[in-house]
């Protein structure tokens, strides 16, 4: 991924300042500063397998790549832990945690004097987006962790053409990581080292973030979900664009005919497999753009245009397979880490959903012998792979073209086993926001907390907005009416893919099925079918959606179309309680929606 072609012959006054003064904070035993090069990622994967964190797995098999087992204890995001600092409380909002930005900064200088004692302290100028696409942002991030590095490489843009840039007077997010765990003179290092304190900081105003304690991806990662969502949803606000939780795709008609869909899901709740959707319908295509964040900003041509900020896939390894998803499984080939995986005898991963029989002998995500009686699981739920997007076969040729791509359709969706419909289109961008605003899903491994449970995730960006969620739905509103005004406006769309049955199978398909109800918003933008106007928005009439060949009868699709009042409004009740709480925040506009929401159900 990573071609840094730059030797630098000046580096920023203001990224030396920014390193020299943590130096002085966290007194690391050297500093290096990265470029990105296949060189010094070679260097850092020796560097892990000589100190325990990595272990190379059978080169035959899975070529150049590297099993990572965290500490029990840092194998997901820690939303707990997450702070908003912003100088007004008001500003993060209900959905946040927050403190005072200055005392933040007491807490984490007091914690990360001399926190990195005894290790290396890396510095990564990275760009998220095309390097010199004008929707691009720079960072520098800093960080004692090799793994971080490696992941970096993998994951975004590590060049020194950013130093360049900001020497030229281009602004950079200021991203400082430390595991938090200094080694005493002679003291040996552990194979993933953390601190049981964790903070995941932001500062909006002065776009930094401050994270310590956690070498976990969401956590440790700060170009990701810390900056492409939290500080860039700051900086969207302010500069009149988007920054969202988010998978990119183009898909392409039997007719030959392009489309381009942005599509928001909570963590885990299947935007990869969607991204990499092999469809089962004859003459549909689909070309991977990105499976996670897309920054969006009004082009010229007055149309909603997509970049995908990132440059490499973190994807939930449980439930990847030939059948789920057997282009990511083609991406896996080689040159991937994975996190939390177990290992075969014959030293492959394996993780549950990969295939259906238990491989004999595996090693457990602790690394320790699995015993398939106890009930416990081989790969942690939450084990990932880390990998480029060069290595993806359906990757879009233009990916990263620096204008982006034209949005045809947004879509929204979450994990419900009842309630949501299949798929419902929003009557016009206000109702589509409505439908993003109530947003629910039943809780994955992807973060601290119970398994299951029902939590409102408007936009699927409870954990990942930066500022206030009703400045943010306002914010929505406006984008709206300037696409109204300039140009063109997308059409929203809902869908839920996870409705169960009785006996707790879902109903729906899934995955390359998933084209089916793609190819009803294809038709209905292109205007070839009239809809049922019921309370929650447009469905399907079932004779329009093409389930041809489908393991479904007529009878459970019509189950997945049908609105029940009752558990309709028990939702709509419980989405009115939860926007509540934002009080004076909440627009009008959406305030609107939900009295228009509860005349439809009575
Ligand atoms: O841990 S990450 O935030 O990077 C992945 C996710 O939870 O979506
Ligand atoms: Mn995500």
Redesign the pocket.
Known sequence: MNDPTTTLTVTPEDVVAFVDQWQDTLQPEAVVWCDGSTRERHELIQLMQDQGTIEPLNAELRPYSFVARSEPTDV??VESRTFVCSVDPEDAGPTNNWVAPDEMKNTLLDLSEGAMRGRTMYVVPFSMGPIDSPMARYGVQITDSPYVVVSLHLMVRVSNTVLQNITAGASWVKCVHTVGAPLAEGEEDVAWPCNDTKYISHFPETREIWSFGSA???NA?LP??AFALRIASAMARDEGWMAEHMLLVRLTSPEGKRYHMVAAFP??CGKTNFAMMQPVLDGWSVETLGD?IAWLAIGDDGRLRAINPEAGF?GVAPGTSHKTNPVAMDTLWGHTMFTNVAVTQEGDVWWEGMTKEVPEGLTNWRGEPHDPHSGHRAAHPNARFTVSVDQCPSLAADWDNPEGVPIDAIIFGGRRSDTVPLVVEARDWDHGVYLGSTIASEQTA??EGTIGVLRRDPFAMLPFAGYHMGDYMKHWLGMGERLRSQGRVPRIFQVNWFQKDEDGRFIWPGFGDNIRVVKWMIERIEGQHSANDTALGLTPHPEDLDIDGAELSEEALAGLLRVDPDLARADLNAADEFLSTFGDKLPEAIRAQLQAAHSRLD
């Open positions: 997901a995001r976990y991806g969401g990662l990701k979900k963590s885990a996670d973190f992807a973060a």
